[in-house]
């Protein structure tokens, strides 16, 4: 059976980078994470799809138990041309991932790798990254 790639483009607007300035370990650098709006569902989304809702909430679900709880859900700096993500170009973990109504609510880490670096350097200058989904 032949998989297709699917890559959805959120408006960038809907996630926030967020620097971790409490809490730390003694030694321990801060952290920066994305947070917001990951995939939307039951409305045209920015590459005109309409994903049904039932069937989004089933499988964000079922990514979030299976992946996003065992720290398997890591994404890359760029859109992958498979849905295997190549570890040596991970840049974020998703941390979490919920709907919230008609859309998908994610949180996630930057890491601490070459490709997190470079995410991490485009998002202090300035960069308005956003985060695509792969189905």
């Keep these: 059976m032949a998989h297709s790639l699917i ?12 620097i971790e300035e409490k ?10 994470w994305i947070v917001g709006e990951y995939m939307m569902a039951g409305e045209v989304n920015k590459n005109n799809r ?5 069937e989004m909430s089933r499988e964000v679900n079922n990514y979030a138990n299976t992946f996003v709880e065992n720290k398997r859900s890591m994404g890359e700096l760029n859109p992958p041309t498979t849905a295997e993500v190549d570890l040596e170009r991970a840049c974020h973990l ?6 919230d109504r008609n ?15 470079i995410l991490e350097s485009l998002i202090k200058d300035g960069v308005q990254v956003g985060v695509s989904s792969r189905a």
């Design 23 to 32: 809490n730390l370990k003694e030694g321990t650098e801060p952290r920066m």
């Design 94 to 99: 998703v941390t979490e991932l919920k709907m």
């Design 7 to 18: 890559v959805e483009t959120p408006d960038p607007g809907c996630v926030q980078y967020v």
């Design 50 to 54: 309409v994903y049904d809702v039932s």
């Design 103 to 117: 859309v998908a609510m994610g949180k996630s880490m930057v890491l601490s790798t070459p490709m997190g670096k």
